[in-house]
Every structure is written in structure tokens, then in C-alpha cells.
């Protein structure tokens, strides 16, 4: 989970590396109604450091949701609830819709595909 993500066609990914960034964050896409992935993991972690390809990729064919990058280790304010890494958090309108936690790029895939229809 290093500073430096893939490129980024549209502008929808963002590596919040502090508490306040990832609130930040998190408030304007809710005030923008836009629907928002957040990976949190740690650079630490192999599993995370396998998905963060394919959340990156997705990130390019989703334009209209907001892609998170959030590292645990950084954000320790907001991801205390955060048990297992990566976590996968899917948010409408400032609320959480749905979560999971773990490998599988296809099912990350089927996860951001019903989340943003």
C-alpha cells in the first residue's frame, strides 16, 4: 500500500494517508452523493498489496464512484473498527452498505459492480 497508485484516469482515486484526509474525504463525497469504495489495509500486508491492483483497475471502470486507499497503520483514528485487513467498505450517502474482508478480485469485482448500479 505504498503513496504511489497506479495512474488514474478519471480523478476517483485517492490515498488518504492521515485521519483527518479520509473524514475529509468521506464528508465531500456524501455531500456529492457519490458512492464510495474504501480499501483499508497496510503496507504490511500481503493480501492488500495483492488486491490493490484490481481496486485501482476498477477505480478506471467505475468513474462515477470515489476509490479509497486507506492504510490502517496511517488512519488509526478512523479504522479502529478495521479487524482484518484488506477491508472492504462500500458507502452511499455517507452510510455503509456493505463490507468484506479478504482476497478475491472477482468478488471485489461483483461487490463494486452491484454497488454501483
Not at 16 to 22: M, P, Q, V
Not at 44 to 54: D, E, F, G, N, Y
Not at 56 to 85: G, H, M, W
Amino acid at each position: 500500500m505504498g503513496s504511489n497508485l497506479p495512474v488514474n484516469f478519471h480523478g476517483n482515486l485517492v490515498n488518504a494517508t492521515t485521519d483527518k484526509e479520509l473524514s475529509t474525504v468521506l464528508s465531500q463525497a456524501k455531500a456529492e452523493k457519490r458512492p464510495v469504495v474504501v480499501n483499508y489495509g497496510a503496507s504490511w500486508c500481503h493480501a492488500c498489496r495483492q488486491m490493490l491492483p484490481t481496486f485501482c483497475n476498477l477505480s478506471n471502470e467505475y468513474p462515477q464512484s470515489l476509490f479509497v486507499n486507506a492504510d490502517i497503520d496511517k488512519c488509526e483514528q478512523e479504522t479502529q473498527d478495521v479487524r482484518y485487513t484488506p477491508t472492504f467498505r462500500f458507502y452511499r450517502n455517507g452510510e455503509k452498505v456493505d463490507e468484506f474482508y479478504g482476497t478475491g478480485p472477482q468478488r471485489l469485482r461483483d461487490r463494486v459492480w452491484l454497488q454501483s448500479s
